[in-house]
């Protein structure tokens, strides 16, 4: 299953309050100085956040270890008629595909 690029989104933010609050509590205690822990913080945060939301979205176009649909790889030459669909949707409903 694919992730929407929302999922992800949030996904990276949830993640980076997480690692950025990490970040700060380490910078903090190095420093000793809260302003300079929060610039870490902020600067930790603004970077990991576009590098994880990217690195989310690259391996999510990457197929290793992902289960494809069974459906997947067919290739469909014409537009498919409401007939079509029917035998379709009957057949994955037979084969446990959809729920009945």
Same mark, same amino acid.
């Given at each position: 299953?694919?992730?929407?690029?929302? +999922?992800?989104?949030?996904?990276?933010?949830?993640? +980076?309050?997480?690692?950025?609050?990490?970040?700060?509590?380490?910078?903090?205690?190095?420093? +000793?100085?809260?302003?300079?822990?929060?610039?870490?913080?902020?600067?930790?945060?603004?970077?990991?956040?576009?590098?994880?939301?990217? =690195?989310?979205?690259?391996?999510?176009?990457?197929?290793?270890?992902?289960?494809? =649909?069974?459906?997947?790889?067919?290739?469909?030459? +014409?537009?498919?008629?409401?007939?079509?669909?029917?035998?379709?949707?009957?057949?994955?409903?037979?084969?446990?595909?959809?729920?009945?």
């Amino acid at each position: 299953m694919n992730e929407t690029k929302l +999922r992800s989104f949030l996904k990276s933010i949830s993640w +980076r309050i997480i690692a950025t609050m990490i970040t700060f509590l380490v910078a903090l205690a190095l420093t +000793r100085k809260t302003l300079i822990a929060l610039k870490i913080g902020a600067l930790d945060m603004a970077l990991k956040l576009i590098a994880y939301f990217l =690195h989310e979205r690259i391996w999510g176009k990457i197929k290793i270890g992902k289960k494809l =649909h069974p459906l997947e790889d067919i290739k469909v030459t +014409r537009n498919l008629e409401e007939k079509d669909k029917q035998i379709i949707m009957e057949k994955l409903k037979e084969l446990g595909y959809l729920d009945e």
